[in-house]
Structure formats: structure tokens, C-alpha cells
């Protein structure tokens, strides 16, 4: 099993950047595919980003490709993303996810979830 922590969340103004953090405990990191959901009032969660375990595969949701960017550091066992361009329409719960295995961009793949990082876009 693997906790999960997010960090990083806050109010930004629009075509601002942000780099959100999600720091994982227990079992060994490098075993698991990560990825970042978000959901936003009144809707449900939304597919964001995703990367297989060794950090060589990416996959991105058309909403936010070119704008985000999805990494890891195993050493640290923590995966980021990293936000530019937000836009109004970014604003959300961020939540992380792991999966022991592929990466995945399904939520109901996940077995693990973090407690989610609030990002607010808004001027």
C-alpha cells in the first residue's frame, strides 16, 4: 500500500503557473503508475495527466496538453505537475492516484488516492 500527499494548491491569477506535489509513503514508489485527476463543483473527476513508473511514459488530457507537464522523482518517491497557462476553467480539487502496475488514465484503475490540493484560477 501507498500514502498519498498533496501539496501545492492555491489561488493564482490566469496565464499564471503552478507546480503541484504529491509525496508517496510505504510501499516502494517505483512499483506503481501515478496520476492526476481533478474535479471540479458540481462535476466529476476528471482524467489530468498520467506516468508509468519509471517517469518514460506520459499521457495528458486534451484540456491541459501544453500547458502541463507530469513528472517524477523516484528517489524522493514523488510525483509533480507542473501548471502553465491556467485558465479559469482549471479551477478544481487536484487529486493524485497510484496503481501498483501500468500506467492508467481510467480513475477506477486507482486503488490509492490522496486527500486532494484545492487550485483556484481567478483574478
Known amino acids: 500500500q501507498v500514502q498519498l500527499v498533496e501539496s501545492g494548491g492555491e489561488l493564482v491569477q490566469p496565464g499564471g503557473s503552478l507546480r503541484l506535489a504529491c509525496v508517496a509513503s510505504?510501499?516502494?514508489?517505483?512499483?506503481?503508475?501515478t496520476a492526476w485527476f481533478r474535479q471540479a463543483p458540481g462535476k466529476g473527476r476528471e482524467f489530468v495527466a498520467t506516468?508509468?513508473?519509471?517517469?518514460?511514459?506520459?499521457y495528458y488530457a486534451d484540456s491541459v496538453r501544453g500547458r502541463f507537464t507530469i513528472s517524477r522523482d523516484n528517489a524522493e518517491s514523488t510525483v509533480y505537475l507542473q501548471m502553465s497557462g491556467l485558465k479559469p476553467e482549471d479551477t478544481a480539487v487536484y487529486f493524485c492516484?497510484?496503481?501498483?502496475?501500468?500506467?492508467?488514465?481510467?480513475?477506477?484503475?486507482?486503488?490509492?488516492w490522496g486527500q486532494g490540493t484545492q487550485v483556484t484560477v481567478s483574478s
Open positions: 492516484a497510484a496503481r501498483r502496475g501500468y500506467y492508467s488514465d481510467f480513475a477506477g484503475d486507482y486503488d490509492y
Open positions: 510505504g510501499d516502494t514508489f517505483n512499483d506503481y503508475g
Open positions: 506516468i508509468s513508473k519509471s517517469g518514460d511514459g506520459t
